[in-house]
């Protein structure tokens, strides 16, 4: 049944408000850029965490749900089973990539007030967030795993967010999915309690 899978993608997304709301450095940006940057923020962090929640319930092996799953979401389907397969087993990774992944640039216009009706005034803040991050990924894997083996996971961790930046592409044609994104940002929802 198609509209159990979306509420159950529902809960994925309103699951994401207590991450994103719990991370001081999101807290940190100005409220003017904050907000700009929640709506990709809440987009990126559920595409990606979905993923990971998806291959841990074991819902994947439902083929009711994957079959609902592929008739809402159609190609987007084997797009997210791409993603589950490259996904690192180690949680604190995915973790970490996904506090990255709410600072992406990808999520939020940062050109200026002349070419765009939002933007972010302080990108630099922005980036430098995401930068930290990063940067916290790459010696945390450096810190667990041998060199090469590194270097792996941090492609495979690129690879991910290249997947998702593509299934949050196409979820934009998905009716159900983007009236899901806008409901829980909008004032009365996530905006309002920060």
């Not at 008739?71 to 949680?91: M, W």
Request: aromatic content about 12%; proline content about 2%.
């Amino acid at each position: 049944d198609t509209n159990k899978v979306i509420e159950i993608v529902t809960v994925f997304y309103e699951a994401t408000e207590p991450f994103i709301k719990s991370n001081q450095d999101f807290s940190s940006l100005p409220i003017y850029d904050r907000s700009i940057a929640l709506y990709g923020a809440v987009d990126n962090v559920s595409c990606l965490g979905s993923g990971f929640v998806l291959r841990e319930s074991g819902l994947l092996n439902n083929t009711a749900f994957c079959i609902g799953l592929e008739t809402v979401y159609g190609n987007i389907y084997h797009l997210t089973l791409k993603l589950i397969s490259l996904l690192d087993q180690n949680i604190n990774l995915v973790k970490l990539t996904l506090a990255m992944f709410a600072f992406c640039a990808n999520n939020c216009t940062i050109f200026n007030e002349n070419s765009s009706m939002r933007y972010v005034r302080n990108n630099r803040l922005l980036l430098h967030v995401q930068n930290l991050y990063a940067e916290l990924i790459w010696k945390y894997l450096l810190y667990i795993y041998p060199f090469n083996e590194a270097v792996i996971r941090f492609s495979h961790l690129v690879y991910c967010i290249v997947i998702t930046v593509t299934i949050r592409t196409h979820g934009q044609l998905v009716k159900n999915h983007t009236d899901t994104v806008n409901s829980l940002v909008a004032s009365d929802t996530l905006e309002s309690r920060f």
